[in-house]
């Protein structure tokens, strides 16, 4: 994997881990339990050892009780003993726009730091990248928060 050090601490990845994220991403999406809108997501995390997560969106007949695909996978990495993310890719059915985390997967990002990436994709494997901070500014994190 190509690294080189940036002045704000990310490591960008070679363009072969960012395609196989995303195409990990897909096949996650693949696993979407989705029966209410059919709106299937996958998620990939890539974790700071370079372990990568998957995870998909869950839906529950009592709606607010599903999970993202972004939060699964994150929530699945923890479990794991992961705490420190370098991106994750996210993956859905939508050829025209790029897929993006709600609001609610983008505070769950932010917890685990500012300076990590989103890969944001088409089917078509196109994307979009940003940072957890770009896509969270003035973000509320753990750091406001007495220990």
């Not at 072969?16 to 997501?41: D, G, H, M, P, W």
């Not at 709600?102 to 500012?114: A, D, I, P, V």
């Amino acid at each position: 994997m190509d690294q080189v050090k940036l002045s704000g601490g990310a490591m960008p990845l070679s363009q072969e881990t960012i395609e196989k994220l995303i195409q990990q991403s897909q096949e996650a999406k693949l696993q979407a339990y989705c029966t209410y809108s059919n709106f299937r997501v996958g998620a990939a995390l890539l974790t700071k050892d370079d372990s990568v997560i998957t995870g998909c969106n869950v839906e529950n007949a009592c709606y607010n009780l599903g999970i993202c695909a972004e939060r699964n996978a994150m929530a699945k990495a923890v479990s794991e003993g992961h705490r420190s993310f370098k991106a994750i890719a996210i993956a859905s059915d939508m050829k025209n726009e790029f897929i993006t985390p709600c609001g609610g997967c983008r505070q769950f990002m932010r917890e685990f730091g500012l300076d990590w990436d989103v890969y944001m994709s088409k089917p078509d494997g196109s994307y979009l990248k940003k940072t957890v901070e770009e896509l969270l500014p003035f973000s509320f994190g753990p750091e406001a928060l007495p220990k």
